[in-house]
């Protein structure tokens, strides 16, 4: 019916979708919110960024970047789980199935090696001022934009066409969305290539990052010891709202490894819900934010493009 008794099933069952009743209008609306906020809020990021000429300097090229990264990753799973929100069923196509899987994966790896670019140019502004301007140049900026972009996208492709070619002995996937962890559990034959290949991504692309952003920061705390307090207060300025990012970001995908290697069919439906959508819903709400209201320039010219936006409506009433 399905052929959900075939090697390579056409479709596969999302099966956390919990039953709420009526209250699953009311789910849709509050989620459709979110992501109307997220996709208004990364986007003024994006406008503010790209039309005031004074801001194109590489730390806020970077935190562009994240805004893209934010609606690219959103998008591949808003878009669905409203959708299913609405739905009886919970199916999804096989093709559709991988192409979320590979969409929020290479959007979790672009978020970690962007962060990690912004942590050595906070590194470089800070414990090397006087060659800042010779070592981030317009040159170096592209350079880590594009490896931020192509590497990570290279790599997981190859996880997701290794698990793609697996044959499944089954199609429910314990998600609200499609994961790659809970697919390749599925297999009927053994995974030890997709698992070492799966590790050498995994550490490539979020042990690597995270490890070198922690070393940075260690530098940089290590030399505002003995500096003055202005000093530190304008490091802490600086670098404070890198550091919520990376916080934030880390204890989400932590959540998310984590409830990957156990059986979620275990925990409270709500709570595995919940801790299962906290790293593709979080960070695109908070990273707006933080650089926002944080960063005096941006906060500056948010604040003037929606005075002047008001004051021309005003003008044509």
Known sequence: MLMENSSYPLYFNLTMFVNIGNYRYLTFVLCFLLYTFIISANLIIIVVISQEKTLHEPMYIFILCLSINSLYGSAGFFIRFLRDLLSDTHLISRPACFTQIYVIYSYASYELTILGIMAYDRYV??????HYHNKITPKVVSKLVAFAWIYPGFSISACVYLAFRLPLCGNKIPKVFCSNWPVVKLSCVTTVINNLVGM????STVFLPLGFVLYTYARIFHLCRNRSSEFKAKVTQSCLPHIIT???YSITLFCDVAL???DLEELNPFLA???SLEFVVIPPILNPLVYGLKLPEIRKLIFRMLSCSKHDKQTKL
């Not at 502004?125 to 006087?130: D, I, K």
């Not at 050498?200 to 550490?203: I, L, M, P, R, T």
């Open 273 to 275: 819900v919940i801790l």
């Open 200 to 203: 050498f991504v995994s550490v």
């Open 246 to 248: 990376f916080v934030n």
């Open 125 to 130: 502004a800070v414990c090397q001022p006087l």
């Open 260 to 262: 990957s290697r156990i």
